[in-house]
T-cell receptor, first 110, second 110 residues
Framework: RKEVEQDPGPFNVPEGATVAFNCTYSNSASQSFFWYRQDCRKEPKLLMSVYSSGNEDGRFTAQLNRASQYISLLIRDSKLSDSATYLC???????????FGAGTRLTVKP | NAGVTQTPKFRVLKTGQSMTLLCAQDMNHEYMYWYRQDPGMGLRLIHYSVGEGTTAKGEVPDGYNVSRLKKQNFLLGLESAAPSQTSVYFCAARWGYEQYFGPGTRLTVT
């Protein structure tokens, strides 16, 4: 089993739609969780951290479910500019490193 | 303030050749990482460093060596390149839990 698993997609949605991504992880001791965004042929950039209580940043909401070992990202009112690959990142067994999921590709269409 | 830079941006090697990838950061961060990204695999950690003069193995260290002689530089070496090392290589510097990535190096081994 991979340490971090994501649905690869692609998710193709119209502008204005709400879309949700899930990510499961295997290390029950992980304490830190993140979503990164990666545009085509570019480097990943931090989108948001994921806290136990959940957190929201504008149209983006991240949730953590420790019991089921998954995190989620909800994007409301999708924009064309949201088209990208979204990477789930989880603290590794050694807390000096992070483990990345393979990413979920989102395309928002007019 | 350039953040994290990588040299070179592109390279084609023949099997058995050697090369060094350079990562430089101007943010004075202690932690630095080298990843490779392959289609469908996400980012996989090759080696990392928690400070000047230190290095440690990640998930996929075989065939690579690293050095961190100066805090701002993290070098990744391939002693004898193999076609399986064809990939996009990303370097990152970390502050807290956020990783700042360089633009990547596209390496092809023929």
């Amino acid at each position: 089993r991979k340490e971090v698993e994501q649905d690869p997609g692609p998710f193709n949605v119209p502008e204005g739609a709400t879309v949700a991504f899930n990510c499961t992880y295997s290390n029950s001791a992980s304490q830190s969780f993140f979503w990164y965004r990666q545009d085509c042929r570019k480097e990943p950039k931090l989108l948001m951290s994921v806290y136990s209580s959940g957190n929201e940043d504008g149209r983006f909401t991240a949730q953590l479910n420790r019991a089921s070992q998954y995190i989620s990202l909800l994007i409301r009112d999708s924009k064309l500019s949201d088209s990208a690959t979204y990477l789930c990142v989880v603290e590794g067994y050694n807390n000096n490193d992070m483990r990345f999921g393979a990413g979920t590709r989102l395309t928002v269409k007019p | 303030n350039a953040g994290v830079t990588q040299t070179p941006k592109f390279r084609v090697l023949k099997t058995g050749q050697s090369m060094t990838l350079l990562c430089a950061q101007d943010m004075n961060h202690e932690y630095m990482y080298w990843y490779r990204q392959d289609p469908g695999m996400g980012l996989r950690l090759i080696h990392y460093s928690v400070g000047e003069g230190t290095t440690a193995k990640g998930e996929v260290p075989d065939g690579y060596n690293v050095s961190r002689l100066k805090k701002q530089n993290f070098l990744l070496g391939l002693e004898s390149a193999a076609p399986s090392q064809t990939s996009v290589y990303f370097c990152a510097a970390r502050w807290g839990y956020e990783q700042y990535f360089g633009p990547g190096t596209r390496l092809t081994v023929t």
